[in-house]
């Protein structure tokens, strides 16, 4: 058997699946099947129970996966310490948010593409959380504040944000004052999360309420146009609306602690050159072009 039909076989135990394996490595359906049915072959044993909503690892698929998996790292890492200086090979999974994503990281994709024609980038844009052990993937950009995880994170830049709402529902329920007074108001927002501010030197958490919910920011821009609650925004999205008026700051004494964006892999003690380059020329990106996040204040 071959490396690919070893990754082959690793990728359908950790996704549950011949189609969602197939999705991952960038083949047909019948090719996973095929290297599938040549490594069960050559063993003399079933890895894996077949049924219609997936594949499950048999007692011998178990054992096999984890010696399965570690090979393939190690014919990474091989790989990697002989190839020319600089040159990556091979495939990079990336999960990246959709709100402006492929706007302000897709052409650093695009870039890292460019310089390394081995390197195959395969992007997935979505706003949901993504579980990248799970999923397949070798790193994820996220933006704002990270919850505690496993995870191994980098932070690559800054990203800056704003509490804003339109001149009419200032004109119809006011505006808040402090922290305190968001209790009183709706918020359009992602879900359950908390908006801290910051009071000189101390954060001051708050948990708002609304009954708009999204997990796409263009959505929660639509949301606040249309003067549905106030919101936290990231500059890079509600500038052209703060220029013409459509949107104002409000709470402007109480500033959005500053978040950030990070690029996040799986636990392990090394990252991957790939992981390691992608990072480098998101520093690199952020560090000449800082306004791309929004400005601070």
Known sequence: MDIEELRTFVEVADAGGVSA????????????????ARIEAELGVLLLARSTRGAALTEAGTTFREHAARVCAEMDAARETILPAGELRGRLRV???????????????????????SLHIHTSYGDRFVDIISEGFDCAI???????????????????GKLVATPEYIETYG??????????????????????????????????????????GTALVAAALASVGIAYLPDALIQEHLVSGALVPVMTRYPIREA??????????????????LTEMLIECFAKAP???????
């Open 175 to 216: 505006a808040p004052e402090t922290p305190a007074d968001i209790a009183s108001h709706e918020a359009v927002m992602q879900g359950t999360e908390t908006w801290q501010f910051m009071d000189d030197d101390q954060v001051v958490p708050v948990r708002p309420q609304g009954r708009f919910k999204a997990d796409n």
């Open 21 to 36: 394996a197939a999705l991952r490595l960038g083949v047909s359906k019948s090719i996973v099947s095929r290297r599938l």
């Open 95 to 117: 999960a990246a948010p959709l709100s402006f994503g492929p706007t302000h990281f897709a052409p650093v994709l695009a870039d890292m593409a460019r310089r390394h024609p």
């Open 260 to 277: 950030g964006i990070f690029v996040v892999r799986p636990p392990g003690q090394h990252p991957s050159r790939k992981v390691r380059v």
């Open 291 to 297: 306004d791309v996040a929004g400005t601070p204040g």
């Open 142 to 160: 996220r933006v704002g504040h990270l919850a505690d995880s496993n995870l191994i994170a980098r932070r690559v830049g800054p990203i800056y």
